[in-house]
């Protein structure tokens, strides 16, 4: 079946600008991730949803990051007023349940470049 | 806080070999699960191998197996008969809640 997609591939935006990243989960997963993979910190977990529960933001470097799920699927990552050291790919995974045993499962990322 | 070290930051091996990627991590938790992932220049992440602590054996996968030393926190991947197409950046992962903790990775360049 089909994987976890994200969009955009690649976005390129000034600094200062507002940006939206798109995760679509695999069909029928409850949980879903955000990760940020950047040269300077490596892979940082950002946020993670199960289900309809209040979402767990401890990752989110500042309050200019906010995420949603809607239905219990595709989830939007938005940065607002951009800095050059959010450029970073972002990757989205998702996994069939919360917890520790479930594997999760990546997208191909989103590269954002803030100019 | 637990944390994931991976000591290689890069390794290079013939076709053919094997090769061995060291992870070690460092937790106060008992019931966990580890992961390694393999992301290529493509960077989509791909599960290369789980293992549950509570597992004594070892986990294997075709040519990818792990050495698993619960007591040592060690976790470490051993590639047999290494292919062009295992040229990767190969990342340890650690779960004992429900986000990944990985390390800062290991770039295996498999050379012809």
């Known amino acids: 079946g089909a994987g976890v997609s994200q969009s955009p591939s690649n976005k390129v935006t000034e600094k200062g600008k507002d940006v939206e990243l798109r995760c679509d989960p695999i069909?029928?997963?409850?949980?879903l991730y955000w990760y940020r993979q950047s040269l300077g910190q490596g892979l940082e977990f950002l946020i993670y949803?199960?289900?309809?529960?209040?979402?767990?933001k401890s990752g989110l470097p500042s309050d200019r990051f906010s995420a949603e799920r809607t239905g219990g699927s595709v989830s939007t990552l938005t940065i607002q007023r951009t800095q050059q050291e959010d450029s970073a790919v972002y990757l989205c995974?998702?996994?069939?349940?919360?917890?520790?045993?479930?594997?999760?499962?990546f997208g191909p990322g989103t590269r954002l470049t803030v100019l | 806080a637990q944390t994931v070290t991976q000591s290689q930051p890069e390794m290079s091996v013939q076709e053919a070999e094997t090769v061995t990627l060291s992870c070690t991590y460092d937790?106060?938790?008992?019931?966990?699960?580890l992961f390694w992932y393999k992301q290529p220049p493509s960077r989509q992440m791909i599960l290369v191998i789980r293992?549950?602590?509570?597992?004594?054996q070892n986990a294997t996968e075709n040519r990818f197996s792990v050495n698993f030393q619960k007591a040592a926190k060690s976790f470490s991947l051993k590639i047999s008969d290494s292919q062009l197409g295992d040229t990767a950046m190969y990342f340890c992962?650690?779960?004992?809640?429900?986000?990944?903790?990985f390390g800062g990775g290991t770039r295996l360049m498999v050379k012809p």
């Open positions: 995974a998702s996994s069939l349940t919360s917890g520790r045993r479930d594997t999760q499962y």
């Open positions: 069909s029928g997963h409850t949980a």
């Open positions: 949803f199960q289900g309809n529960s209040a979402p767990d």
């Open positions: 937790t106060s938790e008992n019931n966990y699960y």
């Open positions: 293992q549950e602590a509570y597992k004594q």
């Open positions: 992962a650690y779960n004992a809640g429900n986000m990944l903790t």
